[in-house]
């Protein structure tokens, strides 16, 4: 079983039972980043840059020349492990790992925001995760980038009073 097959029934386990099976043409999530698109392609091709945006969940690094190894859950005894290959296109970047059928499981696409207002980022997966995973995670993932990106940290709640475990 490949890394992504096991990383979609991992998924699969946890929210599965809430969708119909079936297609797996996922509709992608669109955000507008306020920086030039230029810096925006750079930021997304960057493993450091991607580790920042996946936090606890996971690491990005590099692998070899052109690809990256995604480290999902790594401070589990069993980490999910994905390696893929990374293909930059004149405006989109597209990761797909060894014997993926061509079409790649993440596929980020570019494209200049109307008015310039920087640049509309557009997020899709493919592949075994299920729709509502896949939408929740790419809003994570723009939102935490956005954040990363216009204010140089990402929004938590970590160190608030309210975020604390009470007492018992």
Do not use: C
Request: glycine share 8%; aromatic share 6%.
């Amino acid at each position: 079983m490949s890394v992504v097959d096991r990383a979609g029934h991992i998924v699969n386990d946890l929210v599965g039972s809430v969708l119909p099976a079936g297609a797996r043409r996922h509709r992608p999530q669109t955000m507008t980043i306020a920086r030039p698109r230029s810096e925006v392609e750079r930021f997304w091709r960057d493993p450091e840059s991607l580790s920042r945006v996946l936090g606890e969940f996971g690491e990005v690094r590099p692998n070899h020349p052109g690809g990256v190894e995604w480290v999902l859950d790594p401070d589990s005894e069993d980490p999910v492990v994905w390696r893929s290959d990374l293909v930059v296109e004149s405006a989109s970047i597209r990761f797909f790992g060894p014997g993926d059928d061509g079409s790649a499981p993440v596929t980020i696409s570019f494209a200049d925001a109307p008015g310039d207002l920087g640049t509309e980022v557009k997020i899709e997966f493919t592949g075994p995760v299920p729709e509502i995973m896949s939408r929740a995670m790419a809003f994570k993932a723009l939102y935490r980038a956005r954040a990363l990106m216009q204010t140089g940290e990402i929004p938590t709640i970590r160190h608030n009073p309210s975020a604390r475990e009470s007492a018992r």
